[in-house]
């Protein structure tokens, strides 16, 4: 089975300040990795995913996100926050093979609130 | 392109009545999933059909709730004898695989449900 792991359930940051999302997963196969953003009362916008290739990946809203599958993480990062990006975010992977194909899996979410 | 929407948005509804959310996919997606989230926590998966087969379901899925996708394009989850536990936000999404497993989940913005 798939797990995922967010070591932060709230994180607060001023305005202009880098940001990093810790995201930790576990998996007896490979896995494809995304990072979804939910503002209040709404559904959920990717950001960005890791399927293959380069480590790091880009997305959108200035994110990017780096595989690391000896450690088993894709943690978010932001080199300057703005105060539009509070939400919710959530880290999700999905299996390449077994009977659970369809299915992702969700981590419990990071509130990212950023002060002016 | 317009993107996967939810009818109703909200729906309160008393213990014990009967629910149905309706999704409409993004129009060219075959692959349709349902997911819950309550309050604090990620989404939990629910189902998911490819075309008009129901080809995955969780144990969250107690008799209680049937999905359908009749015709391979919107799809209809109903909540039988509901209970206060049942209170959540309804998330639907859809995915097109162009390579079987790498598809990536749309969402769209979900039904909340409050039973008193």
């Known amino acids: 089975a798939q797990s995922v792991t967010q070591l932060d359930s709230q994180v607060p940051v001023f305005e202009e300040a880098p940001v990093e999302l810790r995201c930790n997963y576990s998996?007896?196969?490979?896995?494809?990795l995304f990072w979804y953003v939910q503002y209040p009362n709404q559904g959920l916008q990717l950001l960005l995913k890791?399927?293959?290739?380069?480590?790091l990946v880009k997305g959108i809203n200035g994110f990017e996100a780096e595989f690391n599958k000896s450690q088993t993480s894709f943690h978010l990062r932001k080199p300057s926050v703005h105060i539009s990006d509070t939400a919710e975010y959530f880290c999700a992977v999905k299996t390449d093979r077994g009977s659970t194909l369809g299915r992702l899996y969700f981590g419990r979410g990071t509130q990212l609130t950023v002060w002016p | 392109d317009t993107g996967v929407s939810q009818d109703p948005r909200h729906k309160i509804t008393k213990r014990g009545q009967n629910v149905t959310f309706r999704c409409d996919p993004i129009?060219?997606?075959?692959?349709l999933y349902w997911y819950r989230q309550t309050l604090g926590q990620g989404p939990e998966f629910l189902t998911y059909?490819?075309?008009?087969?129901?080809?995955?379901k969780s144990r969250l899925l107690s008799d209680r709730f049937s999905a359908e996708r009749p015709k391979g394009s919107f799809s209809t989850l109903e909540i039988q004898r509901t209970e206060q536990g049942d209170s959540a936000m309804y998330l639907c999404a859809s995915s097109s695989p162009r390579q079987k497993s790498t598809d990536t989940q749309y969402f769209g913005p979900g039904t909340r449900l409050t039973v008193l």
């Open positions: 890791y399927l293959s290739g380069s480590t």
């Open positions: 998996s007896s196969v490979s896995v494809y």
């Open positions: 059909f490819q075309n008009e087969a129901q080809l995955e």
């Open positions: 129009s060219e997606h075959n692959r």
